[in-house]
């Protein structure tokens, strides 16, 4: 039986890739923050399963890492942890960039000296891209330019270019995917997408008359999480690490979201409930994102079952649901 840390476990990807590990066989450690510990509702159907279990952790604690790598052998680890909305990295730098190095290095260091047989996955982000124009007619792939415009993403470079020295200097199991924008009903509502479809269920219920935004013409490359962490699995599986990008290679805006979404729900033009709040653009806004995963399709054999629509519809569906409004489940 292989044992499989994942960092950020209460997190949505932390959420599928449990599910998927222990399907696997595994056994999984999951590591979450000591502040977070009310926020559990994402991995709380899996408590009852033998081979999974909780630990505390802070991401500054290099002696934990260090404890915890030789003490439960891990085979594989999965770096999810973060401070991952980018607005707020905006309002928190230090918090945000501080967590993602610092606690990405600290990773690093206890695979390099005390278990250097441990294979890691890196969840980088395509925001790393930013305002970069070196994209093919298929999007960013690995040797795209990265130019990021925000706290998140200056951090999350900085721990993919440390990644790519760890494996090179030292000859470690290390792989990064560059993961494009992945949703799922588990999303938090402070993302724009589950944003839109937790107030369309209110709409739809009566509990909530308008939805505010900001920039609504952001186009991003959408995927289901559920697909990605088979990725994320699958980079660990190959004989030679390396960086893959992980995407659809289809890109829509906001405002197709919302189209899709208010159409969809029943509740007509989406024009007749969002108002635009400037209060909630970014300083800096990446307008777009399309992510090129052949690589990935390739060599991983990977490929997404979900789509912008699908996804959308079954968030909506799942958010319809929870508030019991009405609406047709597909």
């Not at 994942?6 to 399907?23: A, F, K, P, R």
Request: aromatic share 10%; net charge neutral.
């Amino acid at each position: 039986m292989k044992t499989a840390m994942i960092t950020g476990v209460n997190g949505q990807d932390g959420s599928y890739l449990s599910e998927l590990l222990l399907e696997k066989g595994y056994r999984v450690i999951g590591l979450k923050r000591r502040t977070s510990t009310i926020n559990t509702g994402r991995i709380d159907h899996l408590m009852g399963n033998p081979n999974f279990s909780i630990k505390y952790y802070d991401l500054h604690d290099a002696y934990f890492i260090n404890h915890i790598m030789k003490e439960e052998k891990i085979d594989e680890v999965y770096n999810l942890a973060a401070q991952s909305h980018v607005a707020v990295s905006f309002e928190i730098p230090d918090y945000t960039s501080d967590g993602i190095c610092r606690g990405t290095l600290n990773i690093l260091n206890a695979i390099r000296n005390i278990s250097p047989t441990t294979r890691m996955y890196q969840a980088s982000s395509s925001e790393m891209y930013g305002d970069s124009s070196d994209y093919t007619e298929k999007g960013f792939n690995e040797n795209s330019r990265m130019m990021p415009v925000s706290p998140y993403a200056v951090a999350k470079l900085y721990a993919h270019q440390m990644v790519n020295v760890y494996r090179k200097a030292y000859g470690l199991h290390l792989s990064s995917g560059i993961l494009f924008n992945h949703e799922s009903p588990r999303r938090g509502e402070t993302f724009v997408t589950r944003k839109i479809t937790m107030a369309a269920a209110k709409i739809k219920k009566g509990l909530q008359k308008d939805l505010y935004l900001g920039n609504l013409d952001a186009k991003r490359d959408w995927g289901h999480a559920k697909d990605y962490v088979n990725a994320m699995w699958l980079m660990l599986q190959q004989e030679k690490p390396d960086d893959y990008v992980i995407a659809t290679g289809e890109t829509y805006s906001v405002e197709d979201f919302l189209t899709e979404i208010f159409t969809y729900s029943g509740l007509g033009n989406w024009r007749n409930y969002v108002k635009i709040d400037p209060r909630l653009k970014r300083p800096n806004e990446v307008p777009y994102l399309l992510g090129d995963s052949t690589k990935a399709r390739t060599v991983l054999g990977w490929k997404p079952e979900y789509n912008m629509q699908t996804l959308a519809r079954r968030m909506f569906d799942s958010d319809c649901a929870m508030l019991d409004c009405g609406a047709i489940i597909y």
